[in-house]
């Protein structure tokens, strides 16, 4: 039997705003109703940005404090916390919310080009970041925007001799990286190590093909409105529920049951919830 789907959910990001998707979630209260209502459709993981009182994207820990207690109020998600942020975000900022330990967290392992700006992660912050994050017991998620961050990702881990669980995510189709070929996928989950695990998400009209590789790969999918805000050429998704929905109902037609919270800490070798017997 085909291992379960782990869905994550990207619901915020550091660029969309409402004139662009009405329906983003802003406020503590609505990331935690956000994250119910993505835990129901199918997600077991809730990958976190937030925003300021204004809605502008923030790297604050009390916002990112108030989120998490929302989201854990109301689910059993695994909470992972971007550490990229805005590409304008100083190194400093983007550390600081690890210092509140979510299970997760995202790392992205190089520099790459991101629309008109430039998201700079050179080989001293990655080592940085990764270090930290494994100094607080986070388990990160290596961010893959080009194949050579793959090999930094693996350069971490054997450096630091680690023997965590290394779990990647492929963001294919931003403008300016690696584009969502038809045989991208298969090309990037060819170069991990043998006992990783991975996802993969396509960036707007490229997010369904990705999706259905993935998922015929047996590998994982991530949505939400960081990634793709229409469900629909034409038609802005009604909520992340709805696209989580989606890739629920994908993977069940493909013959694979959805990974439960429970299910996704096993195969990611999460420790049970911090606060937890």
Request: glycine share 8%; aromatic share 6%.
């Amino acid at each position: 039997m085909p291992d379960p789907l782990i869905i994550t959910v990207a619901a915020v990001g550091a660029e969309l705003t409402r004139e662009q998707q009405p329906n983003l979630p802003i406020t503590a209260e609505e990331l935690g109703l956000d994250a119910e209502q993505c835990a129901e459709a199918g997600a077991s993981i809730y990958h976190l940005h937030v925003r300021d009182e204004s809605g502008a994207p923030t790297m604050d820990v009390d916002a990112f404090a108030a989120a998490k207690q929302a989201i854990e109020d109301r689910t059993d998600l695994i909470v992972q916390f971007t550490s990229g942020g805005a590409v304008a975000d100083a190194e400093s900022a983007r550390l600081a919310p690890l210092d509140l330990r979510p299970e997760m967290a995202s790392l992205t392992t190089g520099t790459v080009n991101f629309g008109d700006d430039v998201f700079s992660n050179p080989i001293p912050l990655v080592r940085s970041f990764y270090e930290r994050m494994r100094a607080l017991d986070i388990v990160p998620e290596f961010e893959i925007f080009e194949p050579g961050m793959i090999a930094t990702a693996d350069r971490m881990y054997e450096e630091a001799g680690a023997d965590h669980h290394r779990h990647y995510d492929f963001v294919l189709g931003v403008p300016g990286a690696m584009p969502a070929w038809g045989d991208s996928v298969e090309f990037l989950a060819r170069h991990l190590p043998e006992d990783a695990t991975w996802s993969a998400t396509g960036i707007g009209r490229h997010h369904i093909p990705i999706a259905e590789a993935a998922i015929a790969s047996g590998g994982h999918v991530r949505s939400g409105f960081e990634d793709v805000r229409y469900f629909e050429p034409g038609r802005l998704a009604e909520s992340n529920g709805q696209l989580i929905g989606r890739v629920a109902e994908m993977a069940r037609a493909a013959g694979r049951p959805v990974a439960t919270p429970t299910e996704t800490r096993h195969l990611l070798g999460l420790r049970e919830p911090r606060g937890t017997l």
